[in-house]
């Protein structure tokens, strides 16, 4: 086999070709119309995006639709590539959900690995005080980086969850639109390999990216917001097709209330995904236009008079925080979501108030498009918006009770078992807790006063993050793994893994928090001894890398037990959801048969109930 | 050895959590009030910001009880024994329930939102019996008075209503001294506001909150709070010595 028949080679290889392609092209144009050859922002800002369209031929996420403007149909291949190893199709353009889904997956854990490193890397500077290692402004590239890394590997691991599991679930074939599910997971590739390309040249503004400051500083900038915009392309295109798969293609008997919870969660996420993500695209497509091209959006001119004729820098703010805070439940959401999937399992017990649970998550998303400005309490804008977004702000906790509560209600009276992913359910609940209790803190405007920009809030949206998403992800992979693979994971080591980075976090969270209380500011390179926070620091410091090494024990449990792992079978864990019921790993076509729902899904402990019935050979 | 009820719908089990989270509740508020001591209580500003953070540590300290001793307490009482193949017990929800703890959080967000907005009016107003302007530019502070005095330290009588007005010359920047409390940016094109009352005497750092660019870590000036006699000789020897260097130039 030749590594160029592998999709992404040729995708890497058109991303390059491209951007050559696209960087002349610029240079050309521009000495055709006389101006000098080179100007760094307008020929690098050519160039990528020839690249990234070039990345998206090269790895062939448009030749089906391209071939069909040529009038030539091409029917859906399913299986691996003719005539190649069945890995192969992983690294290329394939339009099985289950390959998609488990495409984002991986990707995503690379990309939180890459993520992590980079905090590792500022963290080990911040365990003491005083510049040792890492220069003011390649920390500001790493601390800016490691945000927009950790939040692409985020909405990645949100596709991941999404991609796999919601065909599965609702026991359809695939999802509505195969050929868009494929192309919204290859756009990410390119604008990964564009957001880690700015890394060479920096940037320094952290990932809220405010101007004027964006507007000043290296051409990274304009990778950053190219990258983030094609994300964002590809969550608005994802989202869009689980909508449909989840309104269009459910099964005979299966209400909107009898999905499977996490469905909710993920409709919830999508609802969001589709409607806010255009406002962040908007903002630094704006931004990249002011750079480029001059136009005076958000910087302000002044003329002779001293009036200001340009921009507005508040504005900014507004159009990046009505996405950027729904992005949050778009991280938490679908997490939340497999906590409320999960604990009915091992509790063996129904899920307390499903359409509670389900509504809240809608009343989340809602409610999330309307409390925007508690990112902007200090702004500057005008001092009653603080009074209008605190109360819409402290609305959050309500939707947000329902579902701790709803998961209590859930665990009593169960039989409870504790393998690995109910352990990481566990370990969410006691994450999101912390992360939600410290919202209202900064929810009500005068203590954001004081708290906003520190420490305090680092801790809270890590904690809201973690318990929101990334200890749900892992709950899901180890979850999800024996359908994945048809092999068990490594119990010990899972167990291990658990042990370690609970404590771990709890301790980085109250550390941070305790540092921000005591002064100690966001985003800075070195801090004052005078604060006296050293010991809270190297804490936070320590803590990060315990946390890495657990994450590293995971990846290791999950490469080593799918060759060596205990053969699963079909359903291990006795779940009730569609997906156990088929083979273990699931079949190129999932469902032999279609299945009818005849049942609630989670009635566990129900004498005599089922949820899914599986039509016989001879039935149809 | 306490002999736990079985049946899950005992009172017992109620009671028992009950009083567990009537004890941890008071543990843990203690204990989040040491962990996290708020640096806010040099100026009248700052007071209402503790008493509201430490207010909320203790509703912090009461709902974080109640969900992990309860959770705790499910864990362990209803963990499966041995041998034991039988599923949970049926019960699908509660209605009662679930309208309880949708209204409750409710009238805790509407008491909030009241005290809320009582404690923003309280940090964020005074008078202006001082004033003096702030202006922020990458990566250091000026400071003038009205009287034309311009200063690289900020210097503020102790027990005076002070009004800082704020200006950034290029990015955004934030003005904050942690132990007055609030904070607030400077935006390019605006002119921004805060209201200090210092009632503290002594030496503080001014640091800038915002992010804006390489040397944002360092972005410090230092703040004295004085005496009044000791701030109108400051003023007054500051006149003299610029007036001087006007006069001689």
Known sequence: ?????????????????????????????????????????????????????????????????????????????????????????????????????????????????????????FRTELADTGISFLQPGTYNTFLSMHAWVALASILLGVGGIANYLVPLMIGAEDMAFPRLNAFAYWINVPAIVTLLISMLFGWDSGWTAYPPLSLLGPVGYQMVFLAIFTIGLSSILGSLNLIVTMLMMRPKGMTLFRMPILCWA?????????????????????????????MPFFKPIYDAAGVNIGGQPILFQHLFWFYSHPAVYVFVLPGLGVISELLPVFARK?????????????????VGFLVWGHHM???????????????????????????????????????????????????AISVFLIGGL?????????????????????????????????????????????????????????????????PGFWLMSLAQMTAGTMGMRRRIADYDPALGV????????????????????????????????????????????????????????????PISIVGEPYDYGLAGSSYVAMAGAGDD | MLKLPQSYSDRKHFLIVGALVAIVTV??????????????QASMQAEPIKWLFQLHLWLIAFLFALVVVFMLYALFVFRRRKNDDSEGEHFEGNTALEVIWTVVPLVLVVIFSFIGLRTLQDATSGGDEVQVKAEGFQWSWAFSYPNG?????????????????????????????AEWGPKQDLVPGMTTSLHITPTKVGEFQLKCAELCGLSHWSMAATVRVVPEEEYTAWMDAKLAEQNLQTASR
């Open chain 1, 1 to 121: 086999m030749r590594i160029g028949s592998l999709g992404l080679v040729r995708g890497l290889v058109g991303y390059f070709a491209g951007l050559i392609v696209g960087m002349a092209v610029v240079v050309i144009l521009r000495l055709a119309l006389g101006m000098s050859a080179w100007d760094q922002e307008a020929v690098w800002v050519g160039g990528l995006i020839s690249a990234i369209i070039g990345f998206l031929l090269g790895v062939g996420a448009m030749s089906d639709w391209l071939k069909w403007t040529r009038g030539i149909e091409t029917p859906l291949h399913h299986g691996p590539p003719a005539g190649k190893p069945a890995w192969t199709r992983y690294f290329g353009v394939d339009y099985n959900h289950k390959v998609i889904g488990i495409q984002y997956g991986v990707t995503g854990l690379f990309l939180l690995v890459v993520g992590g490193s980079f905090a590792l890397v």
């Open chain 1, 266 to 294: 993920i409709l919830a996420t999508s609802i969001i995904q589709l409607t806010a993500t255009q406002l962040i695209g908007q903002a630094f497509l704006m931004l990249s236009f002011e750079r480029s091209l001059g």
């Open chain 1, 350 to 366: 129904p899920l307390f108030g499903y359409r509670w649970v389900a509504l809240s998550s809608l009343a989340i998303a809602l």
């Open chain 1, 377 to 427: 309490f200090t702004s500057g804008y005008q001092p009653y918006l603080r009074v209008v977004f605190m109360i819409s702000t402290l609305l959050v906790a309500v939707p947000t009770g329902v579902k701790f509560f709803s998961w209590l209600g859930t665990l009593w009276g169960g039989r409870l078992i504790f393998p690995t992913p109910m352990l990481f359910t566990l370990g």
């Open chain 1, 438 to 502: 410290s919202g209202p803190i900064l929810a009500t405007a005068a203590t954001d006063l004081f708290l906003h920009d520190t420490y305090f809030v680092v801790g809270h949206f890590h904690a809201t993050i973690f318990g929101g998403f990334v200890f749900p992800f892992f709950a899901a992979i180890y979850y999800w793994y024996p359908k994945i693979t048809g092999r068990m994971y490594n119990e010990t080591l899972g167990k291990l893994h658990f042990w370690l980075m609970t």
């Open chain 1, 534 to 593: 050293q010991n809270v620091q190297l804490l936070v410091t320590i803590a990060g890398f315990v946390i890495a090494f657990s994450i590293l024990i995971m990846i290791y449990n999950l490469f080593t037990s799918a060759e060596i792992g205990v053969l699963a079978g079909n359903n291990p864990w006795r779940s009730r959801s569609p997906e156990w019921q088929i083979p273990s790993p699931v079949p190129e076509h999932s469902y032999a048969r």
């Open chain 2, 27 to 40: 543990a843990l508020g203690f204990f989040l009030l040491a962990i996290l001591p708020i640096k806010a």
């Open chain 2, 149 to 177: 005095v311009t200063s690289a330290e900020m210097v503020l009588p102790v027990n005076k209503p002070a009004l800082i007005t704020l200006q950034a010359r290029d990015v955004i920047h934030s003005f904050w001294v």
